[in-house]
């Protein structure tokens, strides 16, 4: 029971106490099981009544939803769009042109296209996020690659989880339906739920539960952690 570094094993939102406890596994492999994994690193330490949150990313590893970079050949519009995309110290998000292709692909060009425009039109105006409200949660999820990330995923590209909605249903079956399964994309300026065996209505609380990102960014290797009341 112990946060990773940096990080604090409580937060409270809402007037609720939540311990965030991190879940240490092997780096998850795109031959890897998810059940297995859940099965071998989470079972044995979860309890009624807690909330088991498992990262995106590895869920569409183990979906097979993972490339290199150099299996990746970006077309010359995803090179030209990628010039336009804000970059960060969060993360590349799609500002390199093997993230852009995969968005792309993922999402159809028309749509990319679409919102690229709108971005074009409104980013001067003051407005930001328009070309994620539009691209869609597809687009969001796509992970591209950083130095702190545990190898050899600091030279791939993750796109997000297929069906995490189901995912998540199938989680917390395993688990005995003593347990309640988030599947969360959260980094260091924010996240999202995909998939949720809760209301939805409670994402937003669930967010701001975890919006440090308690289960880190780069070679923690603890891609799920347990959500338990204080």
């Given amino acids: ?33 998810l059940r297995k994994v859940v099965r071998q690193y989470a079972e044995p330490v979860v309890q009624d009544g807690d909330v088991l949150f498992v990262t995106e990313k590895i869920v569409a ?66 407005r930001k996020g328009d070309f994620y409200r539009i691209a869609g949660e597809k687009a969001r999820a796509i992970d591209g690659p950083t130095d702190g990330t545990i190898p050899p995923y600091n030279k791939s590209v993750v796109l997000g989880p297929d069906k995490p909605m189901l995912v998540a249903r199938d989680l917390k079956i395993l688990l005995g339906n ?27 609380h669930w967010v701001r539960v975890l919006k440090d990102n308690p289960l880190g960014q780069g070679h923690q290797s603890t891609p799920m952690g347990i959500l338990r009341q204080v």
Wanted: glycine share 10%.
């Fill in 1 to 33: 029971m112990q946060p990773n570094d940096g990080k604090t094993l409580e937060s409270t939102v809402d007037g609720k106490t939540y311990q965030r406890i991190p879940i240490k596994t092997h780096v998850v492999m795109a031959d890897d099981d």
């Fill in 61 to 126: 590893i183990t979906q097979g939803r993972s490339m290199l970079l150099e299996e990746i050949e970006p077309r010359p519009l995803a090179n030209f769009l990628a010039k336009y995309v804000t970059k960060t110290p969060h993360g590349i998000g799609l500002g390199m042109p093997e993230t852009m292709e995969m968005a792309l692909q993922e999402c159809g060009t028309p749509r990319i296209l679409f919102a690229a425009a709108a971005a074009a039109v409104t980013k001067p105006m003051g």
């Fill in 178 to 204: 003593k347990v309640d399964v988030l599947i969360v994309d959260i980094n260091d300026i924010g996240g999202n739920i995909l998939g949720t065996t809760l209301d939805e209505g409670q994402n937003d």
